[in-house]
């Protein structure tokens, strides 16, 4: 079975560029997560996805991160503009072949897109 | 104000011992956590999780310890092998067992030196 797949797996940029990074999920995963590491943190959740309905954003800084689901399957993440504090590995997970109703649905990470922002 | 606590940057462990790897909670209204395993360049891989209504889960060399009174979390790696060298995250959520929103430690890397 085919894993996460994400691209690109590494971006550099200038500060106050744009930046899109895609997700394609596991094959039938409902479900579908952006986070974000900072180096020597733990991921954090910027937005989660069932289909292509959004269910948490709460986290995501609207003012210039955004993220769509057309079609419930792939998947992209933008910044724009993007600041110093972007600079972060950007991890795409997926779960749910369930449909999201079994909660012990395991989540299954990309190998994530490392952004530096100079 | 950090939610999961992983208070040991780094853990060094001899091949065949075993490695035991703590994270503390501050959030009572978690009740689902995890641990994770990230070898560089690569995504976190889930390893093991516990529901709040246990106190233990095993599976093969890992074991997740819950106490809720104290609202701390170990994980038991028996016997430790070199390929378990990786960095260990734990992680927790409220309501939505693994499927809701994760909230991770900063990580714990584990070194099993032959």
């Known amino acids: 079975e085919a894993g996460v797949a994400q691209s690109p797996r590494y971006k550099i940029i200038e500060k106050r560029q744009s930046v899109a990074f895609w997700c394609n999920p596991i094959?039938?995963?409902?479900?579908l997560y952006w986070y974000q590491q900072i180096l020597g943190q733990g991921p954090k959740l910027l937005i989660q996805?069932?289909?292509?309905?959004?269910?948490?954003d709460s986290q995501l800084p609207k003012d210039r991160f955004s993220a769509e689901r057309l079609k419930g399957v792939d998947s992209t993440l933008k910044i724009q503009p993007a600041k110093l504090e972007d600079s972060a590995v950007y991890l795409c997970?997926?779960?749910?072949?369930?449909?999201?109703?079994?909660?012990?649905?395991?989540?299954?990470f990309g190998p994530g897109t490392r952004l530096t922002v100079l | 104000d950090q939610q999961v606590k992983q208070n040991s940057p780094s853990l060094s462990v001899q091949e065949g011992r075993i490695s035991i790897l703590n994270c503390d909670y501050t959030?009572?209204?978690?009740?689902?956590f995890l641990w994770y395993k990230k070898y560089p360049a690569e995504g976190p891989t889930f390893l093991i999780s516990?529901?709040?209504?246990?106190d233990k889960n095993e599976d093969g060399r890992f074991t997740v310890f819950l106490n809720k009174s104290a609202k701390h979390l170990s994980l038991h790696i028996v016997p430790s092998q070199p390929g378990d060298s990786a960095v260990y995250f734990c992680?927790?959520?409220?309501?939505?067992?693994?499927?809701?929103?994760?909230?991770f430690g900063k990580g714990t890397k584990l070194s099993v030196k032959p």
């Open positions: 997970a997926s779960s749910s072949p369930s449909g999201g109703t079994d909660t012990t649905d395991t989540q299954y």
């Open positions: 094959s039938g995963h409902a479900t």
């Open positions: 996805f069932q289909n292509n309905g959004v269910v948490d």
């Open positions: 959030n009572s209204m978690f009740d689902y």
């Open positions: 516990i529901s709040s209504i246990k």
């Open positions: 992680a927790a959520s409220e309501g939505g067992g693994s499927q809701g929103n994760l909230i």
